[in-house]
Antibody, heavy 121, light 107 residues
Framework: QLQLQESGPGLVKPSETLSLTCTVS??????????WAWIRQSPGNGLEWIAS???????NYSPSFQSRVTISRDTSKNQFSLRLTSITAADTAVYYC?????????????WGQGTLVTVSS | DIQMTQSPSSVSASVGDRVTITCRAS??????LAWFQQKPGKAPKLLIS???NLQSGVPSRFSGSGSGTDFTLTISSLQPEDFATYYC?????????FGQGTRLEIK
């Protein structure tokens, strides 16, 4: 059974860089027709897709984050990561990782439990 | 970007009611529409993919329909555990976009 688990700092200072990691178990991030994604949800708000990395390594980014986001992967650890620079209070959110693939009709499933990131000095 | 517009933004209903939520895409997305359920403090859960494919383990009272730009999620007979927020998501092309959500509340 595929499982995803986010990890990272719970608190980040404004202007710093946020780094998050998603550890995947029960499936390889480097095989199959899958996109591995980061999505966030600000307090009381809706869902916002940030970036995806394909199993073959290519990346797609939301225009809203394009200038300050990088998604990468470590196939040896079966992890993929998000790096978001120039953090502000508006980046306070729960960050989720998920997978998009043919079994789920290219909907996002499953999801990690999410990790809350608070931006504050 | 493809904009996804859900309606209503909130709805009050009673156990046993039939509820329909709509989602409209700003461009045609064929059948590439997913529906999610989210409960407070939890990650979203995929209910329906490709407009009408019920995910394994999801009760049959949930159904989806539509293609192109107009889609619906129907809950045929509301159960207490269905009170949650529902989101649509287009899976046609990047950037992935979500509707703003529909909050389903108990009347």
């Amino acid at each position: 059974q595929l499982q995803l688990q986010e990890s990272g700092p719970g608190l980040v200072k404004p202007s710093e860089t946020l780094s998050l990691t998603c550890t995947v178990s029960g499936g390889s991030i480097s095989s199959g027709d899958y996109y591995w994604a980061w999505i966030r949800q600000s307090p009381g708000n809706g869902l916002e897709w940030i970036a995806s990395v394909y199993s073959g390594g290519s990346a797609n980014y939301s225009p809203s984050f394009q200038s300050r986001v990088t998604i990468s992967r470590d196939t040896s650890k079966n992890q993929f990561s998000l790096r978001l620079t120039s953090i502000t209070a508006a980046d306070t959110a729960v960050y989720y990782c998920s997978r998009r693939g043919p079994e789920s009709g290219y909907g996002l499933a499953p999801w990690g439990q999410g990790t809350l990131v608070t931006v504050s000095s | 970007d493809i904009q996804m517009t859900q309606s209503p933004s909130s709805v009050s209903a009673s156990v046993g009611d039939r509820v329909t939520i709509t989602c409209r895409a700003s461009q045609g997305i064929s059948k590439w529409l997913a529906w999610f359920q989210q409960k407070p403090g939890k990650a979203p859960k995929l209910l329906i993919s490709a407009a009408s494919n019920l995910q394994s383990g999801v009760p049959s009272r949930f159904s989806g329909s539509g293609s192109g730009t107009d889609f619906t999620l129907t809950i045929s007979s509301l159960q207490p555990e269905d009170f949650a927020t529902y989101y649509c998501q287009q899976a046609s092309r990047f950037p992935i976009t979500f509707g703003q959500g529909t909050r389903l509340e108990i009347k």
